[in-house]
């Protein structure tokens, strides 16, 4: 019996999935339509990057990639927040030592392809799958350089080719497959604050940047070159709107009048504003995750999520290292591994799909709030007084592997008691030990 793995996608889950497979002694093919990130060419571009935390790092420590990691990642401790005005506040994310980290999405990207070429994975860039057929499990690839067509049956076949997967879409052609797509009303657009004249950064570095002005955000994620990578969100259509962005006047008026201080950080902004594309922003549900045996879809094919929790990547990593344990457990029994795979993973992609929606309202607006600073504070007291009993949410989320479901319900009994606290208190300094007590006594 055929037991290869086909990979689709040598992206980030794709890739790190073909390490920890390898390690277990599986023979890996990928097929990725790219070109290969190690040449020259793919070096080239800007520079995006992803914040990576816990459970993103649980599963590249699985492939033995710590070190490496530390190599390449800018620890951010906090959110460091800009009004308009330009003054700035910081915000921790946790507790001291807690922080997420900002990596290159093509610096980990070739990072993780490198590891897999040493495990003995073999690659085949610039090889684009235009169709799968799932019964037999075959893939119909096609070679960019030649442009010929190719068969290749697979023992077992791996969706990680991204939002758009060429895998879920033969399996949306087949009987009972569930599938929605959502876009919000809000797209993106990258810009870059370079090094400043002295080669430095030119803000905190250990901080993820944000400009919350409502209805729409600026961020910003250091990269190593000491450029910060910005990315706007904001409506498509409305009063503030891109569509309302069409003159190189417009675009320097809009950033005068909201943010200011960055403004006078980013020396090409119309150039890249006109130039870099607007990007749209899709939540994908479907399910199941496989079809007639020995196919699963893993990371963005399975679940494509908002960006505003960061956990995109970091969950398709933990659906890696899920996978990877599963097998462990599993062995040769694919259909019961892909049983358990698609059965406890759904509802947690389900909830952190939910979570970065509601997540995108808390940056770009509550975060500015005191009411809401204030109930964060008190929180995070009760995180300092009872750490195993009242976790916020964004510690379930970012430095726990607390199933994202379980974090989410959690979230909402926490929700409904401090909305009750608000009401009593609105300073931590009014509470008391035995409020605080109290508190806990309520969500146990
Ligand atoms: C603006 C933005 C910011 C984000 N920020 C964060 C963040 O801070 N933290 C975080 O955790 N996540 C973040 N994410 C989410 C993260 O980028 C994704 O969740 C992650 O890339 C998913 O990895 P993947 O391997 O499943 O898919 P992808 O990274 O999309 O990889 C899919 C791969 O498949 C290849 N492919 C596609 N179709 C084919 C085909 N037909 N044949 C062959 N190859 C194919 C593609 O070329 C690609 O290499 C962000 C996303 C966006 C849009």
């Given at each position: 019996?055929?037991?290869?793995?086909?990979?689709?996608?040598?992206?980030?889950?794709?890739?790190?999935?073909?390490?920890?497979?390898?390690?277990?002694?599986?023979?890996?093919?990928?097929?990725?339509?790219?070109?290969?990130?190690?040449?020259?060419?793919?070096?080239?571009?800007?520079?995006?990057?992803?914040?990576?935390?816990?459970?993103?790092?649980?599963?590249?420590?699985?492939?033995?990639?710590?070190?490496?990691?530390?190599?390449?990642?800018?620890?951010?401790?906090?959110?460091?927040?800009?009004?308009?005005?330009?003054?700035?506040?910081?915000?921790?994310?946790?507790?001291?030592?807690?922080?997420?980290?900002?990596?290159?999405?093509?610096?980990?990207?070739?990072?993780?392809?490198?590891?897999?070429?040493?495990?003995?994975?073999?690659?085949?860039?610039?090889?684009?799958?235009?169709?799968?057929?799932?019964?037999?499990?075959?893939?119909?690839?096609?070679?960019?350089?030649?442009?010929?067509?190719?068969?290749?049956?697979?023992?077992?076949?791996?969706?990680?080719?991204?939002?758009?997967?060429?895998?879920?879409?033969?399996?949306?052609?087949?009987?009972?497959?569930?599938?929605?797509?959502?876009?919000?009303?809000?797209?993106y657009k990258e810009l870059t604050i370079p090094a400043?004249?002295?080669?430095?950064?030119?803000?905190?570095?250990?901080?993820?940047?944000?400009?919350?002005?409502?209805?729409?955000?600026?961020?910003?994620?250091?990269?190593?070159?000491?450029?910060?990578?910005?990315?706007?969100?904001?409506?498509?259509?409305?009063?503030?709107?891109?569509?309302?962005?069409?003159?190189?006047?417009?675009?320097?008026?809009?950033?005068?009048?909201?943010?200011?201080?960055?403004?006078?950080?980013?020396?090409?902004?119309?150039?890249?504003f006109f130039t870099n594309p607007t990007s749209d922003?899709?939540?994908?549900?479907?399910?199941?995750?496989?079809?007639?045996?020995?196919?699963?879809?893993?990371?963005?094919?399975?679940?494509?999520?908002?960006?505003?929790?960061?956990?995109?990547?970091?969950?398709?990593?933990?659906?890696?290292?899920?996978?990877?344990?599963?097998?462990?457990?599993?062995?040769?029994?694919?259909?019961?591994?892909?049983?358990?795979?698609?059965?406890?993973?759904?509802?947690?992609?389900?909830?952190?799909?939910?979570?970065?929606?509601?997540?995108?309202?808390?940056?770009?607006?509550?975060?500015?709030?005191?009411?809401?600073?204030?109930?964060?504070?008190?929180?995070?007291?009760?995180?300092?007084?009872?750490?195993?009993?009242?976790?916020?949410?964004?510690?379930?989320?970012?430095?726990?592997?607390?199933?994202?479901?379980?974090?989410?319900?959690?979230?909402?009994?926490?929700?409904?008691?401090?909305?009750?606290?608000?009401?009593?208190?609105?300073?931590?300094?009014?509470?008391?030990?035995?409020?605080?007590?109290?508190?806990?006594?309520?969500?146990?």
């Amino acid at each position: 019996m055929n037991q290869d793995v086909v990979i689709l996608g040598a992206g980030l889950s794709g890739s790190l999935l073909s390490i920890l497979l390898a390690q277990q002694g599986k023979q890996v093919h990928m097929y990725e339509k790219r070109p290969d990130p190690r040449g020259a060419a793919a070096s080239q571009g800007r520079s995006i990057n992803l914040a990576l935390s816990h459970r993103g790092i649980q599963a590249l420590e699985q492939a033995g990639l710590a070190d490496s990691l530390r190599q390449i990642a800018i620890p951010m401790h906090g959110r460091m927040m800009h009004s308009v005005e330009g003054a700035l506040t910081f915000q921790p994310y946790g507790t001291a030592g807690q922080y997420i980290n900002s990596v290159s999405r093509g610096v980990l990207n070739r990072l993780l392809i490198e590891q897999a070429a040493t495990r003995q994975v073999s690659f085949h860039f610039e090889h684009t799958c235009e169709d799968v057929h799932l019964v037999d499990n075959t893939i119909f690839v096609r070679d960019e350089a030649t442009q010929k067509m190719q068969e290749v049956i697979a023992g077992l076949l791996i969706g990680a080719d991204g939002a758009f997967s060429v895998l879920r879409n033969a399996m949306q052609k087949t009987p009972r497959f569930d599938y929605s797509q959502h876009y919000i009303a809000h797209g993106y657009k990258e810009l870059t604050i370079p090094a400043s004249a002295t080669g430095d950064f030119a803000m905190e570095p250990h901080a993820l940047h944000i400009w919350p002005r409502g209805g729409h955000m600026l961020i910003a994620l250091p990269n190593q070159d000491k450029s910060f990578t910005c990315t706007l969100f904001l409506a498509y259509e409305g009063n503030e709107s891109f569509e309302k962005l069409q003159t190189e006047e417009d675009v320097l008026a809009f950033f005068n009048r909201y943010f200011p201080d960055a403004l006078s950080l980013i020396p090409h902004l119309t150039d890249d504003f006109f130039t870099n594309p607007t990007s749209d922003l899709v939540t994908i549900h479907c399910y199941p995750w496989s079809r007639y045996h020995h196919n699963v879809l893993l990371g963005d094919a399975a679940h494509a999520i908002v960006p505003f929790y960061g956990q995109g990547m970091n969950a398709a990593f933990e659906d890696c290292h899920i996978f990877n344990k599963l097998l462990t457990k599993h062995g040769t029994d694919t259909d019961a591994l892909i049983a358990e795979f698609q059965r406890t993973r759904k509802p947690d992609a389900d909830a952190i799909a939910e979570l970065a929606l509601q997540n995108f309202v808390e940056m770009r607006d509550k975060v500015a709030d005191d009411a809401f600073l204030e109930r964060k504070k008190i929180e995070a007291e009760l995180y300092r007084r009872y750490p195993n009993q009242w976790i916020p949410l964004y510690t379930m989320v970012t430095f726990t592997d607390i199933p994202y479901a379980e974090a989410l319900e959690t979230g909402r009994k926490q929700d409904r008691i401090m909305e009750e606290v608000m009401k009593e208190f609105t300073h931590l300094i009014a509470l008391t030990d035995q409020d605080f007590e109290n508190i806990v006594a309520r969500l146990l």
